[in-house]
């Protein structure tokens, strides 16, 4: 028999900081929060009860490679709950500019440790697209639709598990190019080892450019 | 401990949105015919034969324009309005092998003194001159003699250390150019 699938509902707001640099060079800056507003088993029991999960601060150093690549490395420390980890990330992304719309590829493997968890590693494959509400492309005082599918491999203590990621936004940019972005970003894990989880959190992101 | 990391996050966010109040606006947004000038419309209605027609406003803080892109006879066209509807100039889009050998090489030349490699990525040609020696090319389906033409290419360059497109603008006879180096859109958020 299987087991009744458990889900979590929450918010992830979170602001990223880009800065650009000499010589395609950049700096990014990330902080986001994780907070959970309910839980349970489908169907069977829930629970309505606020819970500060954990808050991820993350620094990535990146250069432009070709004509619209951009390979990067950083850091990200998490913390809350009694759990602090430390997570090294490497990736490479590049953007495509259609008429129309733009699409962007990343690739990414990260390798975290922490102090109540064993090592886990994870093999990343995000697709994102970006649709003008209006014209060609996203100018400053527009909305835009961004939507991204994610797999996310992983490996822990031997034992393999896929999370696959869906988040539909709707985004603004500002006259000043700060981007807002709000929406819902699904997660379902423990494809293979019969404890799927549902995640629905309610995203709300914010970008600066300097 | 998160808390002050917001706090100083946020307030460092504030100082930079400040200090980028000066930058530059640009909007281009696709419009209903019912927004486009009499003048812009009587032009187009005018073109047998196009199809796929779309309208787009373009605004800055200087000025508003005008563009009507669509298809004719197989070929992309984008023409371009002022803002009371008077034509400034038709633009289509063409294959590099579609231009003549001799213009090729006159242009290559260019690109090899300005690039270590080089891949042209996009080709338009440019014609302006009066609203009536501008509609023979749609209705005539030939040059009249009293169009400026113009040659407009995207180009891939590779350079010392770096890999970035260029906007050329030749004139008719290649004789002089204006180069400008196409700055990408910012893409952070499509990255992290």
Redesign the interface.
């Known amino acids: 028999m299987l087991a009744q699938p458990e889900y979590r509902v929450g918010a992830l707001p979170a602001v990223n900081l880009n800065v650009k640099l000499k010589k395609d060079w950049s700096i990014n800056s990330r902080i986001e929060s994780r907070q959970q507003f309910e839980n349970g088993i489908h169907g069977v029991v829930s629970n309505r009860e606020y819970d500060y999960l954990l808050t991820d601060v993350s620094l990535q150093v990146a250069r432009k490679i070709g004509l619209n690549g951009r390979v990067g490395g950083g850091y990200l420390l998490r913390f809350g709950s009694g759990e602090l980890a430390h997570r090294f990330i490497q990736q490479y992304a590049f953007v495509q500019k259609k008429s129309g719309y733009r699409m962007a590829h990343r690739l990414m493997t990260d390798q975290t440790i922490s102090n109540i968890e064993d090592l886990e590693l994870r093999f990343r494959y995000r697709f994102t697209i970006e649709v003008p509400f209006s014209g060609e492309s996203v100018d400053p005082g527009e909305f835009y639709f961004k939507g991204s599918n994610e797999f996310v491999n992983s490996i822990q203590t031997g034992v393999y598990d896929l999370e696959n990621r869906f988040v539909p936004l709707i985004g603004y940019e500002t006259r000043r190019k700060f981007k807002v972005e709000t929406g819902i970003d699904y997660r379902v894990d423990g494809f293979f080892n019969q404890s799927t989880r549902h995640s629905y959190w309610y995203s709300l992101n914010f970008f600066f450019e300097i | 401990?998160?808390r002050l990391?917001?706090l100083f996050?946020?307030s460092?966010?504030c100082f930079?949105?400040i200090?980028?109040?000066q930058?530059k606006?640009?909007?281009?947004?696709?419009i209903p015919a019912s927004l486009v000038p009499a003048k812009a419309k009587q032009f187009l209605d005018s073109i047998s034969g196009k199809s796929k027609l779309k309208w787009?406003r373009e605004e800055s803080l200087a000025d508003t324009s005008f563009e009507a892109k669509f298809t004719f006879h197989k070929r992309r066209y984008s023409v371009e309005f002022s803002k009371y509807g008077i034509i400034e100039d038709v633009e289509v889009y063409m294959e590099w092998e579609q231009l003549s050998e001799s213009l090729r090489k006159s242009i290559e030349q260019v690109f090899q003194q300005n690039c270590l490699r080089f891949k042209v990525e996009k080709l338009q040609v440019q014609y302006s001159g009066s609203h009536s020696a501008l509609i023979r090319l749609f209705t005539d389906n030939q040059l009249a003699t009293n169009l400026e033409r113009h040659y407009e290419i995207i180009v891939?360059c590779t350079q010392k250390?770096?890999?970035?497109?260029f906007e050329y603008l030749f004139d008719d006879q290649i004789k002089s150019y204006k180069a400008s180096k196409i700055v990408?859109?910012?893409?952070?958020?499509?990255?992290?």
């Open positions: 401990m998160a990391i917001y996050f946020l460092f966010l930079a949105h200090a980028k109040a930058e606006w640009e909007r281009e947004s696709r787009f891939k250390g770096s890999i970035d497109l990408f859109k910012n893409s952070s958020h499509l990255e992290y």
